[in-house]
């Protein structure tokens, strides 16, 4: 089991940069395939990428690509994600999961984050 804690959210203008940083507890984080969510009032959570256990796999949803780039350090139990040139639609609380597999999908992941807020004001 993995419990996941998420920080670094909070307010920004337009165009700038913010890095989330999702810590992990337990010895097995290296084991587990980290992603990215973020959800909107009144939305489904959507997927923003994902990086496999030893960080040689990412992939990302098209309305972020390029900007957000997600790393991880095994040795500290953390997964990033480095957002830049934010725009107010990507103003959602964002959560970091864990699976053993590998999915783009939301029920694919067994252990989530409680969520950070990012705001991006025009």
């Known amino acids: 089991q993995v419990q996941l804690v998420e920080s670094g959210g909070g307010l920004v203008q337009a165009g700038g940069s913010l890095i989330l940083s999702c810590a992990a507890s337990?010895?097995?984080?290296?084991?587990?395939?980290l992603g990215w969510f973020r959800q909107a009032p009144g939305k489904d959570r959507e997927f923003v990428g994902t990086i496999s256990r030893s960080g040689t796999m990412l992939y990302y949803a098209d309305s972020v690509k390029g900007r957000f780039t997600i790393s991880r350090d095994n040795a500290k139990n953390t997964v990033y994600l480095q957002m830049n040139s934010l725009k107010p639609e990507d103003t959602d609380v964002y959560y970091c999961?864990?699976?053993?597999?590998?999915?783009?999908?939301?029920?694919?992941?067994?252990?989530w984050g409680q969520g950070t807020q990012v705001t991006v004001s025009a």
């Open positions: 999961a864990a699976t053993t597999g590998i999915s783009v999908y939301t029920f694919r992941y067994d252990y």
């Open positions: 337990g010895r097995t984080f290296s084991s587990y395939t």
